[in-house]
C-alpha cells in the first residue's frame, strides 16, 4: 500500500467499511470486540493516526488495583505529568492486557515486567513501550528506566548528614537485575569516599529479617533497604530484639 493510509485504504484493505473503521478508531461502543481488535491492530502496524481532535492516551499497566508506598508515589507522579501534557491515562492490570488490543494508545508504561510478559504485549504496534523500575528484559525495542542512582545517593548523603557513619545497606539479589547492581555500585561508591567497610556493610537476601543479627553484630546505626517489604520485615525483628527506630 503505498501513500498516506487513510480510514479508505484501511476499510479496503480489511474488506469492511469506511464507517466500521471509523466506529473502531474512534472508540465507538457498536463495533463487535473481534472487529475493533482487527481494526486497531492493523492501523497501529501500519502506523496510522486518527484525524481530528481528541486527546492522547497513554496506558499504565500495573500488578493489581492495591497501591501503596512508592507504587502509590510513583503512581501519582506519572498521573500528575501525563496531565500536566494534556495526556489521558488508563490503568490496565498485568491479567487484562487484551485491553491493549481492543483501545487505542499513543503509548504503553508498564510498572511491571516478568517473564513471558512480552508475549502478550503488542509489539507490532506503532507505539513506544517502556517499563519503569521493572526487571531487564532481553526486548531491544523496549527500553527500561531503572532506579535512579542520583536518588540514592541523596538519600545516604541524607543519613551521612545525620551523623550516621555505619549504614547497612540490605539489597536484593543483583544476579541479572541492573537496576539492583546499579544500587549496589552507588552504595560502594559511598562507602569508599566515606571510609565505610562495604564488605561488611552490605547483604544480599531474599530473607532480610534474617540479617538482623548480623546488623546488630556490626552495630549499624542506619539501614538502607531494597524496597518497602524489606524495611518493613527488618523493621519487625529490630523491635523484636528491644531496639527503637529511628534512635
Known amino acids: 500500500m503505498s501513500g498516506k493510509l487513510t480510514i479508505r485504504k484501511l476499510a479496503e484493505e480489511l474488506f469492511i467499511s469506511r464507517s466500521t473503521v471509523h ?10 470486540p473481534e472487529v475493533r481488535r482487527k481494526v486497531l491492530q492493523a492501523a497501529q502496524k501500519k502506523g496510522y493516526v486518527l484525524q481530528g481532535p481528541r486527546k492522547y492516551c497513554i496506558a499504565i499497566i500495573v500488578q493489581s ?86 536518588g540514592i545517593r541523596l538519600a545516604l548523603d541524607y543519613l551521612y548528614q545525620r551523623g550516621c557513619r555505619k549504614i547497612f545497606y540490605v539489597s536484593s539479589p543483583t544476579e541479572n537485575v541492573p537496576d539492583a547492581n546499579l544500587r549496589l555500585m552507588e552504595f560502594l561508591r559511598f562507602c569508599q569516599e566515606t571510609g565505610q567497610d562495604f564488605e561488611s556493610l552490605h547483604r544480599e537476601t531474599v530473607m532480610p529479617e534474617e540479617l538482623v543479627p548480623v546488623i546488630l553484630q556490626n552495630k549499624a546505626d542506619a539501614i538502607f533497604s531494597a524496597n518497602e517489604n524489606c524495611t518493613a520485615r527488618i523493621g519487625v525483628q529490630l523491635k523484636k530484639a528491644g531496639l527503637r527506630i529511628p534512635e
Not at 23 to 32: D, T
Not at 75 to 102: G, M, Y
Open 23 to 32: 466506529r473502531a478508531l474512534s472508540g465507538h461502543p457498536n463495533v463487535r
Open 65 to 150: 488495583f492495591y497501591f501503596s508506598g512508592y507504587m502509590e508515589y510513583l503512581l501519582s507522579a506519572l498521573e500528575s505529568e501525563f496531565h500536566r501534557h494534556a495526556f489521558q491515562i488508563e490503568l490496565i492490570t498485568e491479567q487484562d492486557l487484551d485491553l491493549l488490543w481492543n483501545c487505542m494508545f499513543d503509548g504503553i508504561v508498564s510498572l511491571v515486567w516478568k517473564k513471558g510478559l512480552e508475549k502478550s504485549l503488542p509489539q507490532n504496534f506503532a507505539v513506544p513501550i517502556i517499563t519503569i523500575n521493572a526487571a531487564s528484559n532481553m526486548l531491544e525495542t523496549i527500553p527500561v528506566i531503572m532506579s535512579d542512582p542520583y
